[in-house]
């Protein structure tokens, strides 16, 4: 059984551009959720996919944007990148209406 | 964003020592869940909980789910050096449109001096 993998595991970007977070879900999971987490805090839910349609989302804008792949693998978007987005960005992958969730190692995005 | 209140914040305890950290929120949860992070990782689920009152234990791990659904406590016992992490409660709620999301604590971070 695989588990949950992420790439890349550390980026740095500069204010404005634009990065693409990727994560390939456990085997046999078909939902994908996505957090951040700001050094020091726990992590704040940003969105989940389900069957490749956002299922609910957190309080994150527009700029923050999803996909989710008939694999089940998604990929997290975000534009116009602000200093304020430098966090570990975690994907957590589960069976729909389970709270059981694995989550990958996490992408590190530092925003200069 | 929202988070649940966890408490403490930070603990140093001496490995054999007992470990007991709670949360509280002021919503209803119909799960909760206790998860531990290691640096440079993901959280690792320990321990969830599912019905008010329920008390579950995973080896030296017991939570237990507050009968007013509002809390949970964790408590580690017999403490070794391998339980050094950051450990995170986190409730789910189901918002309006029936979708399930994850509240997190801010995580109590645990150091055992061995």
């Known amino acids: 059984e695989t588990g949950v993998t992420q790439s890349p595991t550390h980026l740095i970007k500069t204010r404005g551009q634009q990065v693409t977070l990727r994560c390939s879900s456990q085997?046999?999971?078909?939902?994908v959720s996505w957090y951040q987490q700001a050094l020091g805090q726990g992590p704040q839910f940003i969105f989940q996919?389900?069957?490749?349609?956002?299922?609910g989302r957190g309080n994150f804008p527009p700029r923050f944007s999803g996909l989710q792949f008939p694999n089940y693998s998604s990929e997290l978007n975000v534009n116009a990148l602000e200093l304020d987005d430098s966090a570990l960005y975690l994907c957590a992958s589960s069976l729909p209406g389970v709270e059981t969730q694995y989550f990958g190692p996490g992408t590190r995005l530092l925003v200069l | 964003g929202q988070q649940l209140n966890q408490s403490p914040q930070s603990m140093f305890i001496q490995e054999g020592e007992d470990v007991s950290m709670n949360c509280t929120s002021s919503s209803i949860f119909n799960t909760w869940l206790w998860y531990k992070q290691e640096p440079g990782e993901g959280p690792v689920l320990l321990i969830a909980l599912y019905k008010a009152g329920e008390l579950t234990s995973n080896g030296r791990l017991t939570a237990q789910f507050g009968i007013t659904r509002k809390d949970s406590f964790l408590n580690i016992s017999a403490s070794i050096p391998s339980d050094v992490g950051i450990y995170f409660c986190?409730?789910?709620?189901?918002?309006?449109?029936?979708?399930?999301?994850?509240?997190w604590g801010l995580g109590t971070s645990l150091a055992v001096n061995p």
């Open positions: 085997s046999g999971h078909n939902t």
């Open positions: 986190a409730g789910q709620s189901i918002d309006a449109g029936n979708n399930r999301k994850l509240i």
């Open positions: 996919y389900y069957r490749e349609e956002e299922n």
